[in-house]
């Protein structure tokens, strides 16, 4: 599971067409979940050995303790809504 958009760091100013954007880890626990999201140039950067990201951000998230996440889509997916819709990721698209 992953996003793609045309990123534009608020930070860095770094400006990423077709950047590809995936939570790499997450942890938590019934109050709220720390996601760390790591923003590559692109799909095939992510797959290539030794790549790391151009961007890290870490965003933390209320979270009520249902494994299922809020609303029973997962967790994950649950993290994925909360990311497109903040504005820096406006227009954020599922791959």
């Known amino acids: 599971m992953a996003i ?6 608020p930070m860095t100013r770094a400006n990423i067409p077709g950047a590809y954007v995936r939570v790499a880890r997450f942890l938590g626990d ?11 140039a692109s799909k095939d950067a992510r797959e290539t050995k030794g790549v790391r990201p151009v961007v890290v ?8 303790g249902d494994k299922a ?7 994950l997916a649950y993290l994925y809504g ?6 820096e990721f406006a227009g954020a698209t599922d791959c």
């Not at 793609?4 to 760091?9: E, K, Q, S």
């Not at 019934?30 to 590559?40: H, I, P, T």
């Not at 909360?82 to 504005?87: E, G, R, S």
Request: proline share 8%.
């Open 4 to 9: 793609t958009l045309n990123y534009a760091d």
């Open 30 to 40: 019934k109050a709220q979940v720390r996601a760390e999201l790591a923003v590559y």
């Open 57 to 64: 951000k870490t965003l933390t998230v209320p979270y009520g």
């Open 69 to 75: 996440g809020p609303g029973g889509t997962g967790l």
């Open 82 to 87: 909360v990311v497109k819709a903040l504005p």
